[in-house]
């Protein structure tokens, strides 16, 4: 399974870096992107704003992870914070 630089699985490709490195040709490359177009995920990210040199405020955004939705799980969490408000 490929890796993000923090460590925490990285499943969209599915891949460790050594075969990543074989899918140098375009052909193949697009095929294993398009096997995850339209697929739902759940993407932790961490952002931060920088100013750049022309004092330019700009957001850096990193994916930390990002793995398939659990839609039971998710549905729980929704469920238990909905039930909050009463």
């Known amino acids: 399974m490929a890796r ?8 969209l490709l599915t891949l460790s870096a050594l075969p990543l490195l074989w899918l140098l040709s375009p052909v193949s490359a697009s095929a294993r992107f398009k096997e995850n177009n339209f697929k739902e995920y759940l993407f932790k990210i961490r ?3 920088e100013m750049g ?12 992870s990002a793995t398939p ?3 039971v799980q998710e549905s729980n969490y929704l469920l238990n914070e909905i039930a909050k408000y009463d």
């Open 4 to 11: 993000s630089r923090a460590g925490h699985p990285f499943p």
């Open 53 to 64: 040199n022309d004092q330019e405020q700009r957001v850096r955004a990193h994916v930390l």
């Open 47 to 49: 952002a931060k704003a």
């Open 69 to 71: 939705v659990n839609y």
